[in-house]
């Protein structure tokens, strides 16, 4: 039993072998744009979360790295790190392949001065190991404004330090720029750097990220492709620096271009690539087929009235193969109401638990019945998936009313639907 999809192999991702989207003309495209624009530069390929361009950029690397050196970097993976500069550095010395010259060995030494100079990471590691790791760090700067006598002088040498050796810095910038430039030189094509998970890490970390890019990473043959949600980047930056500054304008200074992943705005283009995404994953989790078709009509029209991302998708599929192994949801023919419960539980969790401690009220109105016979064209489709659950919500089946009656599978009405509640306490404990 799988509770995730399986991860796609590097064959698999080779080529778009896999392309269940169509997204490999637009590969080719984004990977013309990279090729053909003047470096360094800074790409955005923007989308919103579980749309999939977490899969797209593993398989457009795997296309890339055909006539590229292309280094991907979780960013999310590292947003523990004080300081993204390094965090960079590292990925960039662990991925890249050896270099003629000793190209690799001098881009690593170019970066430890900058490490030195810039980052808290000696001044908070000194502080550390002289006191055993019993002083905080995060008090030493109040500590030292306290201070007097040695202590100030202390700083007020080190300041002076600082500005006297600003041209010494300058040229360590320089030189490490003109190392990764040189790392860049051994292709033909431009060094390719892929920032994925941007928009999951904490905003400290993702402006940081941003930041040392722009100010040390902007070296001629070296482009950064950010693979982010820039709708969320640009809430982090008013979260980080309160609202009066516009998100979305301060974003602009750190990219060159930006482009959609398709079908971009077009929702009908959505539609269609979530319910591709649909099937796949039934086969990726092994549903057999009597099940795919009875879940399967009611959570495509729930892709419709619910915008289901890729994620959303996910979540479900994953719940059904539990729950299906368990059998905790009965017989298949209870299909579409599973399904609504499964939408309700991933899209809206607080309305969920009402429903699961009594509380019913207007919870037909989140699934949208109104809307349903026009996308699935089927004639009462709507009628007999709403009675269904409106049966299921019934607190006795005593009297039920005809027009529920006419849409209930045959069968004594104790016995057509398994005692709802329960039924709903299994899936929230899945």
Request: hydrophobic share 40%; charged share 25%.
């Amino acid at each position: 039993m799988r509770i995730r999809p399986k991860k796609l192999t590097a064959d698999q991702l080779s080529g778009f072998k896999n392309d269940i989207f169509g997204f490999k003309t637009f590969a080719e495209q984004l990977t013309d744009l990279v090729q053909n624009a003047e470096h360094p530069s800074t790409i955005v390929l923007d989308g919103g979360w579980g749309t999939g361009k977490s899969v797209f950029i593993q398989q457009w690397i795997a296309l890339a790295q055909e006539k590229n050196t292309v280094i991907y970097f979780d960013a999310f993976a590292v947003d523990y790190q004080d300081d993204a500069f390094l965090a960079i550095a590292e990925n960039i010395a662990a991925e890249m392949p050896e270099a003629k010259d000793g190209k690799k060995q001098d881009f690593i030494a170019k970066t430890i001065p900058l490490a030195k100079r810039f980052l808290p990471i000696a001044a908070k590691a000194a502080v550390k190991i002289a006191t055993a790791g019993l002083v905080s760090t995060d008090a030493v700067g109040g500590a030292i404004a306290d201070a007097g006598g040695e202590a100030s002088d202390a700083v007020s040498q080190a300041i002076q330090d600082r500005l006297t050796s600003a041209a010494s810095r300058k040229s360590e910038v320089d030189e490490f720029r003109e190392s990764l430039k040189a790392l860049a030189e051994e292709k033909e094509g431009p060094l390719i750097i892929v920032i994925d998970e941007l928009d999951r890490c904490n905003p400290t970390f993702a402006l940081s990220v941003l930041e040392r890019i722009k100010h040390f990473y902007d070296a001629e043959g070296v482009c950064f492709l950010l693979v982010t949600n820039l709708l969320h980047m640009a809430n982090a930056v008013e979260g980080q620096y309160g609202n009066k500054i516009n998100g979305a304008e301060y974003m602009q200074k750190f990219y060159d271009y930006t482009l959609m992943l398709p079908p971009g705005n077009n929702s009908v283009g959505r539609v269609q690539n979530s319910k591709k995404y649909l099937h796949f994953l039934l086969h990726q989790f092994e549903i057999e087929w009597q099940a795919q078709n009875e879940f399967r009509p009611t959570i495509e029209v729930m892709i419709v009235t619910h915008d289901l991302s890729l994620r959303d998708l996910e979540k479900i599929i994953s719940k059904l193969s539990v729950g299906l192994l368990n059998n905790t949801f009965g017989s298949y023919d209870q299909g579409d109401t599973v399904a609504c419960l499964l939408t309700l539980y991933v899209k809206d969790r607080v309305k969920y638990l009402s429903l699961v401690f009594g509380q019913n009220d207007a919870i037909l109105d989140f699934f949208k019945f109104e809307n349903w016979n026009s996308i699935r064209q089927t004639p009462l489709f709507s009628e007999r998936v709403k009675a269904r659950l409106e049966f299921s919500l019934l607190k006795s089946h005593d009297n039920i009313p005809l027009e529920i009656q006419q849409h209930l599978p045959p069968g004594p009405p104790d016995n057509t639907v398994p005692e709802f509640r329960e039924q709903r306490m299994r899936i929230l404990t899945l």
